[in-house]
């Protein structure tokens, strides 16, 4: 099954390659069953480019994708946060608006300020 006798049987071969981990297996068998070092070169460079590049590019593009998602989820959070906010604050101003100041005219409280500050 692991053989290039065929396009199809190739497209296997480097597939398996691509997805298991015993890349190293196929090549030793294809050196030893050549005799020749040739092999290595191919399965090398295959496995550099489409293992660790091709798979750091997709993972990468995940990544960024999953980043975006994320930083747009917490831009609505923030946005409701701070109109929720902004709501609560314009709330509170009309509700001070519409109670009246206070004035104490008593100079009573101003006795017990002073007695508290002495003691």
Known sequence: LNNFDSAGRSVVTLFGML?????NVTLYAYVLALGSYWPSLYFIAFYVVAVMISMNVLIAFLLEA???????????????????EYRILMQGLQHNSNTPEWHDDDDDDDDDDDECESS
């Open 19 to 23: 997805v298991v981990n015993n890349w």
């Open 66 to 84: 999953y980043t975006v998602q994320s930083a747009k989820h917490m831009g609505r959070s923030a946005q409701l946060a701070r109109k929720y």
